[in-house]
Structure formats: structure tokens, C-alpha cells
């Protein structure tokens, strides 16, 4: 007997040994966040230090890229580990009454890769890939929980009537859009502190995917906010105000809308920095790796004024641009035990190039397949890097549009889905800003991003991109 129960204790423990090698893996994705609001980044007007010093500890990318420069697309990309031209959704496409076109079933995630692997997997939140019980629910595709806004749309009221806990519609009380009792930001902070409490002796993967700081402008009058109440000459914005005419996709209006942007993305900053403070207390960091991230470039609605905190960073276009403001974004990746501190990378990705990197470190197999590249090697520095060839998006909504960027050439399609699109080349590397279009001057070259434009995109039938008959 006594035997017996040696042996059950040493594989017991052995199992408990190879479950802490895998590590714990935390991704945050801000919403609408440019890649100049960060101070790590340049910016000078807002406060970001809890951000700038998980940069400080890990490594600064200055080439990565989001999946496409709006929401539901993009992360997609992120989920899949495809780029537009392959993942399932490839634009904002909504559904009644609520909720956004879904994953499919045949649809394989990262989070159920993960699972797979043995982890527990917990999304905090905005999801807009598929309503709760569709083939999208969250539950369906790999996450054990989820708290959150499941609904882009609902997303857009700060003090919604409701969020999702799973499969559970949770109605705030005190919020019937004409009154302003429970900001959902708050709630669902609590929920992702608590996951990692819950889940601190087993490896998990959590995904917070904030909605801060995508419009609406709104918060509460707190110490945030005070910060920079009279920090900046204002310009009220007039939006759709709670009250008996309230949509829920309208924005509400905001008396100092840059003063409010600001202590929303110092509000973002400062739950960076719990989840940070969580996972030392519970003595986990050292076997966590960390990424931060936001889902495209710096958007223009409700009031925000990018231009005004140069939060493209200098670059040319915002949110719905495939120009670099629009999808060029921060990446930030903190490992205290595995990656050396304070450096800053060159090297090109993408968010399709998260789930190979993030599966490779729990020790799984890609299932699915995948237009990503593990940038591992680069963080850890050893290994050769592999390179892509070319990276590739696409944008459904006004006209369609396309990109493609191989080395330091940029092509853009715009009104790809009219017979007559207008074609833009740029030499990214000496002309970042994309002020010099030099279509006309390199027609071989054009040709050739041309042809890989056309192969990089298989045409779908939820989400067409090609007119008819082309």
C-alpha cells in the first residue's frame, strides 16, 4: 500500500512539474488604440507608465502589424493565425439582434489549441465573433470563460444594459441607456483579476481584448479623469445622449472629449498594470509571458481627435486606412525570465503570427493551418528567424480595399470591389508617411505585388471582395 501511494504521488507531482513549465500566456488587445498613444511609443500628453514599463522589462516591436484596421476582422486574424486574404471573418458584418457573423465550426482557434494543450483559457472583454449560441460562441471556441460585451455593437455604450458571462445575459442594474449606474470596464477588470486568482496553480491563457479606448467617450469622474480635466483646449462633441432617444450604437456626447480620450487610455494603463501587480503577487511573472497589442490603428469617432495626441505616431491614415496609421500597431512582449529587457525590435509581424509563437511555447502543434511565422527566435535570440515574403490585408467596407507589403514596397488597392480600382505603391522605407505614390514609376514591380495580391486572396462567399462576375 505504502508503495502504491509513492507511485501515485511521484507521477502526481511529475504531472504538476510539466503543467509549471508550460507558461502562463497573457494577451491584452486595446480597442482603437494608435500606436503613438503610448508614451513608450512617443506620446507626451497622455501618462501610459504601467505600459511603458512592461516595454522597459520586455521588448518594443516597431514593425508589427494588427490583422486589418477594423475590429471583428482583425481579430480573426488574431484567433485563427490567418491574414485577411484567409481567415473566415474578413469585415464587420452584424447580425439580429445581436451579435456578428460567426466562426464557423471548421473555424480552429488559438484558445483551442491551447486547451488542447492542457490549458485553461479564460476571454475578458470584447469577442464580436459570433453571438452566444452560434458555431462564434466563445465557449465554442475555446475559452472555459468569458465576460464581456459579446457584441461590437453593444460595445459602443460604456454603460451597457448587459454583458455576457458565458452563456448568461447579466442585465446592470441602473443601466437602461438613460441612466449611467455600472461601467462595464470596471466590471469586467474584475472578472479578469479574479480569473488569474481561480486559475494561479495550473497554466492558463488569458486574452483580454479591452474595449478601452474605442469610442464612445465616456467614464467615470474619477482620478483619471481629473488628470486631465483642464489639460487641454476643448471642442464639446455633440453624439446620441442617454435618454428615451438612445441607440445603442450612437455615442454619447462629451463636454472635453481629449481630456476624457486621455484618462481612458490611463485608465487602460493602470488595469495593465493590476494584471501585471496580480501576477507577482501570486508569484507568477517569472513564468508568464506577456503581450499588449491593439486591434488597429487610432480611430476618429465621438470626438477623438488623433491628430491632436499624434496617435499615428507620424504615419499616414487612422482606423478603416490600410495606409500604416491604420494597421501598423504597438506590440509589446515582457518575460522576465526568458526575454532580455529594454530592447527594441525590427523585425516585420503580424497578429497572424501570434497563435504559431504562443502554441510553440505551450508545447503544441499547429492543427489548422496558418499564414504565420513564430517570432520566438527574435525574442529569445537564438535560432534563425524565418522571414515573410510578403505581408497582406484586406478591408471590406467602403468600396474594398487592399494592401501588400513585400520588403520595403507597398501597394494599395482602393475600390477593389469596383471594376475600375485605383492602385497607390510606396517605398515604405523611405517614405514612411506614404506621402509619395510612385505607381507610375516602377510598372515590373507593380506586376509583381500585383500577382501576389491575387494569390494571397481566396475570395469567400459571406464576405465577397471581388465584384461580380470578375
Known amino acids: 500500500m505504502k508503495t502504491w501511494l509513492i507511485f501515485v504521488a511521484f507521477f502526481f507531482l511529475t504531472d504538476i512539474y510539466a503543467q509549471q513549465k508550460q507558461p502562463n500566456i497573457v494577451l491584452i488587445m486595446a480597442d482603437d488604440l494608435g500606436i503613438g498613444d503610448l508614451g513608450c511609443y512617443g506620446q507626451t500628453k497622455i501618462s501610459t507608465p504601467q505600459i511603458d514599463e512592461l516595454a522597459k522589462k520586455g521588448v518594443r516591436f516597431t514593425n508589427f502589424y494588427a490583422g486589418t484596421s477594423v475590429c471583428a476582422p482583425s481579430r480573426s486574424a488574431l484567433m485563427t493565425g490567418q491574414h485577411t486574404g484567409h481567415t473566415f471573418i474578413r469585415g464587420n458584418k452584424e447580425m439580429e439582434p445581436e451579435g456578428q457573423q460567426p466562426l464557423a465550426d471548421s473555424v480552429i482557434t488559438m484558445a483551442m489549441s491551447l486547451q488542447q494543450?492542457?490549458?485553461?483559457?479564460g476571454a475578458f472583454g470584447k469577442w464580436g465573433l459570433g453571438m452566444v449560441g452560434t458555431s462564434g460562441d466563445p465557449n465554442k471556441k475555446g475559452f472555459n470563460e468569458f465576460y464581456g460585451y459579446n457584441c461590437q455593437r453593444q460595445s459602443h455604450r460604456y454603460y451597457p444594459t448587459h454583458l455576457w458571462h458565458n452563456n448568461q445575459r447579466i442585465d446592470l442594474k441602473g443601466?437602461?441607456?438613460?441612466?449611467?449606474k455600472q461601467y462595464a470596464p470596471e466590471l469586467i477588470q474584475e472578472k479578469t483579476l479574479a480569473f488569474l486568482e481561480a486559475h494561479k496553480n495550473r497554466p492558463?491563457?488569458?486574452?483580454?481584448?479591452?474595449v478601452l479606448p474605442h469610442a464612445e467617450l465616456a467614464g467615470p469622474d474619477d482620478i483619471f479623469y481629473e488628470?486631465?480635466?483642464n489639460a487641454f483646449p476643448e471642442t464639446p462633441h455633440k453624439g446620441n445622449d442617454y435618454g428615451p432617444k438612445a441607440t445603442i450604437a450612437g455615442y454619447a456626447s462629451v463636454e472635453k472629449p481629449r481630456a476624457t480620450y486621455a484618462a481612458m487610455v490611463s485608465r487602460m494603463d493602470h488595469y495593465v498594470g493590476q494584471i501585471v501587480d496580480k501576477l507577482r503577487e501570486l508569484d507568477l511573472l517569472d513564468n508568464t509571458i506577456i503581450m499588449f497589442t491593439s486591434d488597429n490603428g487610432a480611430h476618429r469617432e465621438g470626438g477623438a481627435d488623433p491628430l491632436f495626441f499624434n496617435s499615428t505616431a507620424g504615419l499616414r491614415g487612422y482606423k478603416r486606412d490600410l495606409y500604416e496609421g491604420g494597421i501598423r500597431t504597438p506590440f509589446i512582449v515582457s518575460w522576465p525570465s526568458k526575454i532580455k529587457p529594454n530592447k527594441t525590435i525590427s523585425h516585420r509581424a503580424a497578429f497572424w503570427d501570434i497563435m504559431p509563437t504562443v502554441l510553440e511555447l505551450s508545447g503544441s502543434t499547429m492543427n489548422a493551418y496558418t499564414d504565420g511565422i513564430s517570432f520566438w527566435p527574435t525574442l529569445n535570440g537564438h535560432g534563425k528567424q524565418k522571414k515573410h515574403d510578403y505581408l497582406y490585408w484586406e478591408f471590406h467596407e467602403d468600396g474594398g480595399r487592399q494592401a501588400l507589403l513585400a520588403d520595403h514596397w507597398k501597394l494599395i488597392k482602393l475600390k477593389a470591389k469596383s471594376r475600375q480600382p485605383v492602385f497607390e505603391l510606396y517605398n515604405i522605407k523611405k517614405d514612411p508617411q506614404e506621402t509619395h505614390n510612385l505607381i507610375e514609376q516602377h510598372p515590373p514591380i507593380v506586376k509583381a505585388l500585383m500577382a501576389q495580391m491575387e494569390a494571397a486572396h481566396k475570395e469567400s462567399d459571406i464576405f465577397p471582395l471581388y465584384p461580380s462576375g470578375k
Open 117 to 121: 494543450a492542457g490549458y485553461v483559457t
Open 175 to 180: 443601466n437602461d441607456l438613460t441612466g449611467k
Open 204 to 210: 492558463f491563457f488569458l486574452f483580454v481584448p479591452t
Open 227 to 229: 488628470k486631465y480635466r
